[in-house]
């Protein structure tokens, strides 16, 4: 099974909402990722977690809030977004951090519009 | 200076030709890995293909194979019977020992196959 599930698919939210975005994966990864995807740009890396804890924050807007509360669920909590932050939302996880050959296998994403 | 760079924003193919696709990238350290990602219109972001630095071989992963000329930094997809369904944005990526998890990704080359 390599699969990574993301919830909700689509999310409409006004800028005075609190949202959260869900990630999870059962093939046993032990590293976590986050990433923004603007349309017909690459993924930007927004965070990175290593067995449960936050190894990298890619100078991330606090109104974006990442969680990791077990090693298969990764959630990115929202709050007061502004409109440039609608995108698609991927999460991706691999085996280990750092090991230049372990791919990432992403989920669907989550497209959120901001109001 | 650009990483990676993919200098083909779009593609064209016939159904059944080969397509080769091109990545060229920057870096410093001995140690790195290549790889490929295709994105349908759908949003997942789904792994191809990977070459490492220091392999002598090239990667093939049935219809993709990677060709991989070090001393020009180049890291080619070629994608041989094209299928209705290979329609997708391609991202060429690459790690870098000296940057973690961090996955440095392409602009991107849409591939459109025609019947």
């Known amino acids: 099974d390599t699969e990574v599930t993301q919830t909700p698919k689509h999310l409409v939210m006004g800028m005075t909402n609190k949202k959260s975005l869900k990630c999870e994966q059962h093939m046993g990864h032990r590293a976590m990722y986050w990433y923004k995807q603007k349309a017909k740009k690459p993924p930007e890396l927004m965070f990175v977690?290593?067995?449960?804890?936050?190894?990298i924050n890619e100078s991330v807007p606090s109104r974006f809030s990442p969680e990791c509360p077990n090693s298969s669920l990764l959630n990115l909590h929202l709050h007061a977004l502004q409109p440039e932050d609608s995108a698609l939302y991927l999460c991706?996880?691999?085996?280990?951090?750092?090991?230049?050959?372990?791919?990432?296998?992403f989920g669907p994403g989550t497209r959120l519009t901001v109001t | 200076a650009q990483k990676i760079t993919q200098t083909q924003p779009g593609m064209f193919v016939q159904e059944k030709e080969a397509v080769t696709l091109d990545c060229t990238y920057d870096t410093s350290d001995q140690s790195y890995g290549l790889f490929w990602y295709k994105q349908p219109s759908s949003g997942e972001m789904i792994f191809l293909i990977y070459?490492?630095?220091?392999?002598?071989q090239n990667a093939t992963e049935g219809r993709y194979s990677l060709n991989f000329q070090k001393a020009r930094k180049s890291a080619n997809l070629v994608i041989s019977a094209s299928q209705l369904g290979d329609s997708a944005m391609y991202f060429c990526?690459?790690?870098?020992?000296?940057?973690?998890?961090?996955?440095?990704f392409g602009e991107g080359t849409q591939l459109t196959v025609n019947p």
């Open positions: 977690y290593s067995y449960e804890k936050l190894s």
């Open positions: 990526a690459m790690r870098e020992a000296t940057s973690g998890s961090r996955l440095t």
């Open positions: 991706a996880s691999s085996q280990r951090e750092g090991q230049l050959f372990y791919e990432q296998y």
């Open positions: 070459q490492g630095s220091y392999d002598e």
